[in-house]
């Protein structure tokens, strides 16, 4: 199996491209969702011990509103797409077209949740589809779990897997980011994909797109 | 002369002592155990951030004690002895091992949460210190700060509100 670190320049470069393209296809349908322009900024794959993975996310402590889902097939791993607590009430008062709707504290709108889990599931999906037809692997995500916790919290869960063979993980991170508008001037941001492939699923990606181990 | 409170903390995978009047603390605890040991005379204290339950999980040469509940509860506790704590009057309170997301026809992965509750609690009654307090379980993340002046452990939640133990 792959050690995480012997992992090339080469490879993270190919992982990279795995982002973009994964990325690439989801902020298309998040655009279209909306109805309005999505910029992905280019994204990284990185290699993070686990404290600096939740800090790509704004800190353990930090409130996130997430969708996590388990991909399973041939190169098993985790996926997430962490919104902040406003960003995320932000798109879910888009797709209902209610102002009302907020996360500030429970019980949540069920309808907004729904929506919510939707939209990830909408994301997830273009972005696995995007990335199976780019490695011809058969991949398809789990059904989705909603998360509005600490990030620690709900990051660690992807996690897992990789903390079994490793103390570093390898993301793949793409932000997303709402252009600017009135209500968002700055065009603030965020969105993150954190896609984590499981520790035997990389030399799988390398060999589907025909990288071979010495490369 | 106004003295400066130190928070010593502990990150995911970590493990690290406190004496009084400093403060130790650990943040987004969702399936992972935060566990305190402590002498409360010697006013010292231990916490670890367990992310898994058990060591014969690993599948890595060099292993972080700290990641795993049965290694991480034994190494705390000869860190604490070494400091001057006292193994018999060493007692102890655990936070977290939640379950953040409900999927049904799961791996044994998913059910993480509570294992490491159960490994961590093993583990202590294998070196006989009790347990005085335990906010475990549920789907919420924790963050948990421990006091070796009072023996205070206060969790923070974002849902749940705060408590103390």
Known sequence: MLSINEISDLKLDILKEIGNIGAGHAATSLSALLNRKIDMRVPGARIVSFEEMMNLAGGAETVVASIFLRIEGDAPGSMFFILSIAQAERFVQQLLGDKSFTLAEPPYDELGVSAFKELGNILSGSYLTALSEFTKLSLYPSVPGVGIDMAGAIISYGLLEISQTSDFAIVIDTILKEEDTENNPAGDVKGHFFLLPDPESFEIIFQSLGVTSND | ?165
């Open chain 2, 1 to 165: 002369m106004t003295s400066v409170l130190n928070i010593v903390k502990v990150g995911i995978a970590d493990l690290n002592i406190v004496k009084a009047p400093d403060l130790i603390r650990t943040t987004g605890l969702g399936s992972c155990v935060g566990v305190v040991i402590y002498d409360k005379a010697r006013r010292i204290a231990g916490m670890a951030h367990v992310m898994l339950p058990d060591s014969a999980l690993g599948k890595q040469g060099l292993m972080n004690k700290a990641k795993y509940g049965d290694t991480a509860v034994k190494e705390l506790t000869e860190i604490l002895v070494a400091n001057g704590a006292r193994l018999a009057a060493l007692q102890a309170k655990l936070a977290g091992g939640a379950q953040m997301f409900q999927f049904s026809g799961s791996s044994d992965v998913l059910r993480i949460g509570p294992r490491n509750v159960e490994s961590v609690l093993l583990a202590l009654k294998k070196l006989n210190i009790p347990v005085t307090g335990q906010d475990v379980g549920g789907n919420n993340g924790r963050t948990i700060e421990f006091s070796p002046e009072t023996c205070i452990l206060s969790i923070r939640t974002i849902n749940k509100g705060n408590s103390e133990l």
